[in-house]
Structure formats: C-alpha cells, structure tokens
C-alpha cells in the first residue's frame, strides 16, 4: 500500500466547527458500480443492525463528534465512512429517506414519495403507511386506524433476508414514529413497533402480528415510559462543551420548556399525559429508551444467534424533535448527539456481549438533514425566510382565475408539492398563456428559485429537474413543484406561531444541508477508513445484502466496494 493511498483510507475524527462551512449545491450523484467486488471467502455477519437518526446532518460528525466517546466515536472512528455522502433527490423527509435507506432504491422506484400526499382519487392528504384495511395492535390504551407499508414498492433488505433465507431470519424494527418502524422493516417483520405519543402506548400493526408479542409485553411492564414522569432534561456535558451560544433568538421550544436547559418533562402534579409523552420523546430520555427495547429484542428472541441472518432497525426519532424547535447550532442538538453516543455505545457493547464482536454489521445513516433557522440566517446578513403554504394557495389561484373562472383551482399545497384541482392540469399545460401566468406568479413569491411543471419532471432538462425526477411520482406527486432559494424553507400557515408560521426549521429540499448525511459501517466484514467518494443512502442495502450473501431484487444503489474487508 502506497503511503498516498494509505493516507486516504486512514480513520479520521476530529473536531472543526467550521471544517465544512461552505455547504456545496451541486448536487451528489451515485458512483459507478466497481468490477473489483472482493471474494466472498469471509464469514457472513449473523446480525444486520441498522441505525437511523432522524434529522442527524452530516457535518455534525465534524461539528460535534470531538466531545463524543462511546458508540458515535466507536463507529465513526472504527468503521467505514463517507463523508461526501448525499441524497440526490429533493424531497429530503423522513419516511421517503427510510424507504430509501431499507430498500436501496430511490422514492421515484420504491414509491414512497413524501411523509403524506395530496390522493387525487379521494380527494384528501394521506399519510405514507396509513392502511384501511389493517388495525393497530395496541400494547396500551386502544388505538383506531391501520398502518402499514402497502405504499412502499421496493423489497426491504429485511424482506429479502425472509425471502432468500426463509423464516430462520428474523427482523426487528422501532422507533417513535409508525414511518420509521415501518420503512425499515417493510411488508414483513417478527416485530415493528412505534410509540403513540397521544395516549403514551406503544403499537404495531396487524400487518405483522394479531397480538401484542409476550416478551414485548413484559420489557413495557418492567420499563414503563411513565417512570420518567416528573424528570427533567440537564445537559449531560459541562457547558464549555457545547459550541455556539446557548438559547439564541428565533428558537421556538416546544412541550411549555424555555430556550435554556433544564427542560422538565412534565408540569409537575398529575398524572402523565400528551404533553409529557411529547416532551419524553424529545428527550436524550427516549433514545435511550430505545435502545433499551432493542436490546431486550436481542435477547429475547436471541438475534444473531440462529441459523439464519437477523435485521435489526432502530430509528432513533429525538434529534428531529429538537432540530425542528431549536436548530442545528442549539446546544439542545449536541445534548441529544451527546445521549445517542453512550446510547449506541451500550446497545454496541450488549452485541459484544451477546452475539460476539466481529459477528455483526453495523450501518449508520440519516433520513434527512435540516436548514438553519431562517431568522438567524437573517440575522447574519443572508437572504432567508419561510414559502407559505396558504400563499402559493392564493397566489396561484389569483393567476389562474382569469383564464379558467373562478376557483378553487388549487386542491392542495404540500411543501414542494401544488396539487391542481381535478383535471385542471392537461387543460392548463395545453394553454401557454395560463402556463405561463402561472409559472410567473409563482416565480415572484419570495424565495421560490423555480417552477417545475410535472412535465419538466417527466423529461429534466437540468439537475434541479433531474433532483426532482428522483423523488416524482404521477400518482403522489404534485402538478406544480416549486424548488426554493437557499435557507428558504416551505411551511403551512397552521403549523404557525406568529409573526411567522411553521417550526423553527425543517427540511425537504435540495440544498446540501437537507441533503447530506452520515453514511457509515462498522463491524463485521467493514475496512475501516475515511473514503471520499461519492455515495448515497441508497448505498447501504446493497452493500449490507452483498456482506450477507444477498441477490436483491434491484436496487439503484451501489455496493459500496471501497469500505469491504480484502
């Protein structure tokens, strides 16, 4: 080995808050598949773990990583990692980028387009796992609706261990949100499980089981979420640890807490409710959690230890929480990095422990990342601001009334997404004065950076176009999709707190910020070293399904050759 290439495989884990300050807009694409696929002479893992945290930037590795010491430093420092690692597409949100992370392909394949949806056939938003026709098992308090993942049209890598291997694998998911669970194991799984924060029960579906599973029954008996009623959130590190000042303007904290630590859980009094099982789940207290609970599935249904190839999928939800409420610079944001790290490192140590070290996989990944807070942008001399959900509404309406009466002509605005009323686009795309009316009332709105027509989407001409061809769907996806300008963010007027509606921040769009985030490995099967080449999310099915000896179905993701054990 040449010391130049040695140098660029090397593990490096350093601190720099401003090591990756010019957040490119270029957008990452996947890599070419490599002819030089090492031999498959080594042990095949027994355990898949996949680990998801929702909202985790990439540049918080290099951010934030420097005061982390346990399972965030052991896999980052130990494992494999791509820092350049992106989605390539627009709609950067939670259940699209899980679907993309279990299945390998990208939200235009597996179908999966958005969290929820304008259905034109029923004329009402839809969710990405809502089912009719299954019925949410309950391991508390009753439950009405149905979830599933009907609308997900890839095979997961969870499913194709069943498929391939039969029913000697077994998958476990969980995560605070019916999305996450659901995403990472797919149509199948032995348990799938999410947390209700209304009524503070946890839940799956029929779609897997009929009945809540006993060993699940009993960690929830021995562990109930109400224990930490009457806590309170405290910084884990000393202060001087965190980076940046501390309950900073424009920060909008959610659940009754200040902008400034501690962050109670409850009110104090009372019984637990809502409002608690709501502030638990923004909480270190709920990753960790978590982590207990896919523990207490290892050992109870002994993965890793059975003939087959078992999955197991953890979506840590809190960091998204906060995120939304008080930034990416928050020191909210480095407590919850701080709590994951010895979280993982616990649930890393107990795998050690019982299935052996250098018998499982582990990969590491994001559903997405996250704009700053408009207002501090502002704040510092850069252009930002919020799309208005309510004002694209009218605005659009307004140009069109002149060529097509009076309205409504709009049946939707989500995001990204403007849904026309029905029928109303091929009679608009046939009429190039209404279109163009359109595309340059929508153009005007401050912060749109363009107009993309679904037609533009069907045929793209440019990479904004091509981002967004990545993510369309003609049943989901909106007539008009309207691309915003850097640190630009799309909200609905109800989501507000005045003078200005929304969170403090979200995602969702193609700006490197939403798209970039962590793609990692560590364990069995894993060189270890920092490699710089492009990568995305949906790389990290086929390069689990390659470790384990899998053919999938398709993918549009690569393995990633760099990071295998010659």
């Not at 930002?384 to 002149?402: H, M, N, S, W, Y």
């Not at 507000?496 to 929304?502: A, F, I, L, N």
Request: some cysteine.
């Amino acid at each position: 080995m040449t010391a130049s290439h040695e140098e660029a495989v090397r593990p490096r884990f350093s601190v720099s808050p401003f090591a990756r300050g010019a957040l490119l807009l270029a957008l990452a694409v996947p890599g070419p598949a490599s002819a030089a696929v090492p031999a498959a002479n080594r042990t095949r893992p027994k355990l898949i773990v996949l680990l998801v945290v929702d909202q985790m930037r990439g540049d918080y590795v290099e951010r934030y990583g420097g005061v982390w010491t346990q399972g965030l430093r052991r896999i980052f420092a130990d494992g494999a990692r791509f820092p350049e690692a992106a989605y390539p597409y627009l709609a950067t949100v939670t259940c699209a980028g899980h679907a993309t992370i279990a299945t390998g392909t990208f939200p235009s394949t597996h179908g999966v387009v958005s969290n929820a949806w304008w259905d034109r056939e029923t004329s009402r938003y839809v969710t990405c796992t809502e089912d009719p026709d299954a019925r949410i098992v309950s391991y508390g308090q009753p439950s009405t609706g149905g979830d599933s993942a009907r609308r997900l049209a890839s095979p997961t890598l969870a499913e194709e261990l069943r498929i391939q291997f039969g029913a000697e694998s077994r998958s476990v998911t969980v995560s605070l949100k019916p999305r996450s669970s659901i995403m990472l194991a797919g149509h199948r799984g032995d348990a799938v499980t999410w947390f209700d924060s209304r009524s503070g029960s946890w839940l799956t579906s029929s779609a897997y089981i009929a009945a809540p599973l006993p060993f699940l029954q009993e960690f929830l008996k021995a562990h109930p979420v109400d224990a930490d009623y009457g806590k309170a959130w405290l910084r884990q590190l000393p202060a001087s640890a965190y980076l940046y000042e501390d309950a900073v303007p424009d920060e909008r904290p959610l659940y009754g807490w200040s902008a400034s630590f501690p962050h109670p859980l409850s009110k104090g009094g009372g019984l637990p409710d809502a409002d608690f099982y709501a502030a638990w789940g923004a909480s270190p207290y709920s990753d960790a959690y978590l982590g207990q609970m896919a523990a207490a599935a290892v050992d109870a249904l002994n993965l890793g230890q059975g003939k087959g190839i078992d999955f197991l999928g953890v979506s840590f939800s809190a960091l998204d929480s906060v995120g939304h409420s008080f930034g990416p610079r928050s020191h909210e944001v480095q407590d919850i990095l701080a709590g994951l790290d010895a979280t993982i490192g616990a649930l890393l140590a107990r795998l050690d422990k019982t299935v052996g070290a250098g018998r499982y996989v582990v990969a590491l990944s994001a559903d997405h990342g996250v704009a700053p807070i408009p207002e501090q942008v502002t704040a510092d001399g850069v252009p930002a601001g919020r799309i208005v959900a309510d004002d694209v509404a009218a605005t659009l309406e307004k140009a069109l009334q002149p060529y097509f009466g009076a309205g409504p002509h709009v049946a939707n605005v989500s995001y990204t997404d403007v849904y026309l009323a029905s029928g109303l686009y091929p009679r608009l795309a046939a009429n190039r004065g209404a279109l163009e009316a359109a595309r340059h009332a929508l153009l005007a709105i401050p912060g749109v950076f363009r107009v993309l027509t679904s037609d533009d989407v069907r045929e793209p001409r440019n990479d904004v176009a091509r981002a967004a061809a990545l993510n369309f769907s003609e049943r989901a996806s909106g007539d008009f999709i309207l691309v915003p300008r850097p640190y630009w963010i799309h909200v609905r007027a109800e989501e507000g707190k005045v003078p200005t509606p929304g969170p403090g921040t979200t995602h969702g769009t193609n700006h490197l910020y939403d798209r970039r985030v962590p793609v990692a490995f560590f364990g069995a099967g894993i060189r270890p070293g920092e490699y710089m080449g492009a990568a995305t999310p949906a790389d990290i099915a086929p390069t689990l399904a390659y470790l384990a000896g899998l053919t999938p179905a398709a993918t549009d993701g690569r393995i990633l050759v760099e990071a295998l054990a010659r």
